[in-house]
C-alpha cells in the first residue's frame, strides 16, 4: 500500500505563485509514475502533470504548459508541482497520485493510489 499527502494548497491572487508537496509513505514510490490531477465541484477529474519514475519523462496538460513544472526526489519520496502565474481557472482540488503503468498516464483510470486533495484557490 501506498499512502499519498498532499499539501501547499492556500488561498493567492492571481499572478502568484505556488508549489504542492506530495509526501508518500508506506510503500516506495520510487518505482511508481507520479501525477497531478485537478477538480472543480461538477467536472470530471482533470490532467495537470506526470512524471516518470526517473524524473526525465514529464508531461503536462495544455492549460498548464510553460506555467507548471513537475519535479520529485526519489531520495524524499516526494512530488512537487510548481505553479507560476496563476489564474482564476486554476482554482481546484488538486490531486496526487502514483502509478505502476509507465503509459496512459494523462488518464486517472491508470492510476493506482491517490491522496485526499489540497485546495487551491486564486482570486483575481
Known amino acids: 500500500q501506498v499512502q499519498l499527502v498532499e499539501s501547499g494548497g492556500t488561498l493567492v491572487q492571481a499572478g502568484d505563485s505556488l508549489r504542492l508537496s506530495c509526501a508518500a509513505s508506506?510503500?516506495?514510490?520510487?518505482?511508481?509514475?507520479m501525477g497531478w490531477f485537478r477538480q472543480t465541484s461538477g467536472k470530471e477529474r482533470e490532467f495537470v502533470a506526470a512524471?516518470?519514475?526517473?524524473?526525465?519523462?514529464?508531461n503536462y496538460a495544455d492549460s498548464v504548459k510553460g506555467r507548471f513544472a513537475i519535479s520529485r526526489d526519489n531520495a524524499k519520496n516526494v512530488v512537487y508541482l510548481q505553479m507560476n502565474n496563476l489564474k482564476r481557472e486554476d482554482s481546484a482540488i488538486y490531486y496526487c497520485?502514483?502509478?505502476?503503468?509507465?503509459?496512459?498516464?494523462?488518464?486517472?483510470?491508470?492510476?493506482?493510489?491517490w491522496g485526499q486533495g489540497t485546495q487551491v484557490t486564486v482570486s483575481s
Open positions: 508506506g510503500r516506495t514510490t520510487i518505482s511508481f509514475a
Open positions: 497520485a502514483a502509478a505502476r503503468s509507465r503509459v496512459g498516464l494523462t488518464s486517472f483510470e491508470n492510476y493506482d493510489y
Open positions: 512524471i516518470g519514475w526517473t524524473g526525465s519523462s514529464k
